[in-house]
Antibody, heavy 118, light 108 residues
Framework: QVQLVESGGGVVQPGRSLRLSCAAS????????LHWVRQAPGKGLEWVAV????????DYADSVKGRFTISRDNSRNTMFLHMVSLRADDTGVYFC???????????WGQGTLVTVSS | EIVLTQSPATLSLSPGERATLSCRAS??????LAWYQQKPGQAPRLLIY???NRATGIPARFSGSGSGTDFTLSIGTLEPEDFAVYYC??????????FGQGTKLEIK
C-alpha cells in the first residue's frame, strides 16, 4: 500500500522558516514526480510545487515562488519543502502527493498543518 | 491563465438520486481534466482522469464526460458515503495543476 507521511508542520511566526518532510513507502520512489498541495482552513485546494522523479525539474506556484524550495533525497525516499519568509496566508494543511504517469495526483498523504501567526 | 469554474457551489440531494456536477474551463483544455473527492478531515481521492477514465478502485457509479471547455462528473445512484466536496483539476498547463473552487454535495 502506497504511503506518504508528512511531518514538520507547526506554529511559526510571520517571516520565519519551516521545513516539511514527506516519507514515502511501498512504491519505487525514484520513478515518480512528487508535489505539494495545500489547503487553507475551510478553503479549496492549491497546488504549491512539483519536483520530477530525478529532482532535475522543479516548478512553483506564483504565490510561493522565491520563498519555497522543493527537494528530494531518493536514497532516503523522502521529499522536502523548505519554506522561508512565511506569511499568514501560507497557513493551511500541506499535502504530499504523488503524480502518476498521466500527470494526475493518484496518492495523497494525510497532510501536516502549518500555522503562521504571531 | 486558465480558470476552472465549478457549478453549483452546493448541491443538495438525497441518497438514491443522481448527481451532476459541472466544471467549465476558460479556454479549451482538450481532455486534460481530473475529478477528486474530499471528505471532511481526509485527503482528496482521485476519481476520474483525462475527463472520462475512472481511477483504480473507483465504483462504476462515478463517470466523467466532456472535452474542450465543458466537463461533467455524474454519480449514478448516490450512496451515503458520496456526500463530500468534489474538485476538478487541470493537468499541466499555465498556471499548472489549477483546481476548481469545489462543489459541496450535501444530503438534502
Amino acid at each position: 500500500q502506497v504511503q506518504l507521511v508528512e511531518s514538520g508542520g507547526g506554529v511559526v511566526q510571520p517571516g520565519r522558516s519551516l521545513r516539511l518532510s514527506c516519507a514515502a513507502s511501498a512504491f519505487t520512489f525514484s520513478s515518480y514526480a512528487l508535489h505539494w498541495v495545500r489547503q487553507a482552513p475551510g478553503k479549496g485546494l492549491e497546488w504549491v510545487a512539483v519536483i520530477s522523479y530525478d529532482g532535475n525539474y522543479k516548478d512553483y506556484a506564483d504565490s510561493v515562488k522565491g520563498r519555497f524550495t522543493i527537494s528530494r533525497d531518493n536514497s532516503r525516499n523522502t521529499m522536502f519543502l523548505h519554506m522561508v519568509s512565511l506569511r499568514a496566508d501560507d497557513t493551511g494543511v500541506y499535502f504530499c502527493v504523488r503524480g502518476n504517469s498521466y500527470d494526475y495526483f493518484d496518492h495523497w498523504g494525510q497532510g501536516t498543518l502549518v500555522t503562521v501567526s504571531s | 491563465e486558465i480558470v476552472l469554474t465549478q457549478s453549483p457551489a452546493t448541491l443538495s440531494l438525497s441518497p438514491g438520486e443522481r448527481a451532476t456536477l459541472s466544471c467549465r474551463a476558460s479556454q479549451s483544455i482538450s481532455s486534460y481534466l481530473a475529478w477528486y473527492q474530499q471528505k471532511p478531515g481526509q485527503a482528496p481521492r482521485l476519481l476520474i482522469y483525462d475527463a472520462s477514465n475512472r481511477a483504480t478502485g473507483i465504483p462504476a457509479r462515478f463517470s466523467g464526460s466532456g472535452s474542450g471547455t465543458d466537463f461533467t462528473l455524474s454519480i449514478g445512484t448516490l450512496e451515503p458515503e458520496d456526500f463530500a466536496v468534489y474538485y476538478c483539476q487541470l493537468r499541466r498547463h499555465w498556471p499548472p495543476y489549477t483546481f476548481g473552487q469545489g462543489t459541496k454535495l450535501e444530503i438534502k
